[in-house]
């Protein structure tokens, strides 16, 4: 077996604000390319740095290895604690030994976006020299390129090929994961045996993209985020970043999950008073947007909603989704969730529709839920069961 | 006929941003109670003024008025071009000569909500010392008072009163305007013909609470809000207000209508590009947002949005909203539209449950409609039509 711990972060994370408790200083496992990568949009990123997390033990053909991907704010911890939240993995109940995505069966990957702040090349990391490859002694801030879904794929590709890997028997992920699952098996279908999507689909709404432009809005016109540059005197734009996780936060619920979470329910009151933060939805919001930025980068949180909104898989393949899996040999799952009214059941429909049109294996199932986006995230034992049979399929198959 | 001009008001509006463009200075045709009103809240408003404007004639027994009730960011121009931004009344189509509330038919009354930053007392007016009532030379700002949906009712009710008129032959209103109507029906069953509350609820929803948090967040958290005290240096929160404004508008519109206005139609590009303001959907959103800041006072949207929070008219009548309209005589028209989910046809639903436990005259109609909330401000004929039949119909039983 090779070595997989790969290079260490030189960077720590940038000073945080004297109002805010500071994080802890973390290391990062990750592997450097010092030969970097063409981005979609033209620039070479070199070196590039991707942070990551495996689980599991590669079986000696390498044929057992299941890539996880993250969703807009996750990171490469999916199934441990989380060194910096001191959390538990964002996954747990799905990614786990004896779990759906078995960690005593297989090896399970999972890197940290490209773009992210956990330690892969992103906004927070070390700048450098485009002619050199040095760094520059700055972080990147608003200076690091646009990235997409595609270029995140690419990204991952190669710390699979570094990792001694030519297939994946798996590639899995939610929401902006299952983005990036739907690349993979676009851009990579030799080396995807099998794609599970998940609460997800082929390009961003344009409901979605204005929530995110309220987000970005919120950030940019912070003061504390100076044009991007708060990283210069260590102050973080937590007002702004506050808000965006919170307008967010409300579309990962259902209105049902809100009304049984907190209803009307008074903070702290028995009748109607007049204090600010009374209602407990409220309290809960803040706490959401007050925690979330002790752990995410506010340029991260602009790149990789950017590259979410730029995502549209049928025009990177001539406008026609079916294009996208032309003589594919991957099997898929798709699936939904009833009550998720940010990646409604009927754009998974919309890939499935492109799948069947391509000739692909493909099942679909919506799973009944009232928790809304959250759900994927969530205890939902008819998902949990029907990812595990897909993916025991899969193994079985290949004889893993 | 008495003279309805009332009084006029002696602030002008605030002083703008110097990067806004200084509103026009506008004298709002207003009538003033010396005595003021006891709110909710325990505090005697005094004086206090309410803002207005009547379109048509009040007949000679005085049983042709119709009360209008305006939403959130509405105000007293239903039926005209409006003073401050040029435009034409925001209920073109519906209030007017001809139209469902017509205004060659009936006396058309519309007032500013108290709280309101069109003439009405709020933070934006003068503030009153509450011992001798006279003008302490500074705007309320936040020491302006929590005012309540009914608080609002009861202004209207005083103004109503002004005017002669014992009876209106309807109250009609949509959104937070819609729960006005519903407060006057609760409050002043005898005073009330008819009435047609339009895609609203007789509370707000979890949901609607969460998102008017995030616009009073980003709100506060904009340091030209100083606290509320911007109109100390002339300043306004355009930011935060601006932000407000975008995610409010969102929840407005139907994934539909955001689709068929802008799907993923790219401003002013042919191909994907790595510009800001790329997306039309956004560059539509921020013209929301910055034109919304030069016609309204922030203090006004935290203190509306909080009345509109609290509102829950079952609690008003011991937690059975059917106790609300316990014998009332009052005929009811519910509206509702199909793909409003600000306002879901099952909250209308809900209200029409509680008429049916009361034995009232209520008939329910849901719009087939993909424009969203918006959709009660828009062309749609089916609810014109609706409404001009309903109002026709109290007319001829009055005789009007």
Redesign the interface.
Known sequence: MPDFAGGRSALSLLPVDADLAPLPDVDHQRVVFEDGMLLD?GTVLAPMAVAYRTYGRLNADRSNAVLVCHALTGDQYVAETHPVTGREGWWKGVVGPGDPVDTSRFFVICANVLGGCMGSTGPREEMTDPATGRGLGRPWGTDFP?VTIRDMVRAQAKLVEHLGIKRLLAVVGGSMGGMQALEWAATYPERVFACAPIATAA?????N???D??GR??IH???AWKGGRYWEDGSVPA??L??AR??AH?TY?S?AA??R????RLQGAKA?T?LEDV?Q??SY??HQ?STFVRRFDANSYLTIT?AM??F?LA?EHGGELSTAFQNTATRFLLASFSSD?LFPTEESREVVRALNKAAANVSFVEIASDKGHDAFLLDEPEFRQTLAGFLRGAAEKLGV
């Open positions: 949009c646009h390009h961003h709404s344009a409901q993209i204005a929530f432009e309220v809005a919120a016109s912070d003061p007002q702004g506050s808000v919170m307008v409300i619920l209105e809100l009304t979470k907190f209803g009307r109607l007049f209602f939805v409220e919001l803040r947007g950017r909104d730029y549209d025009a009214w």
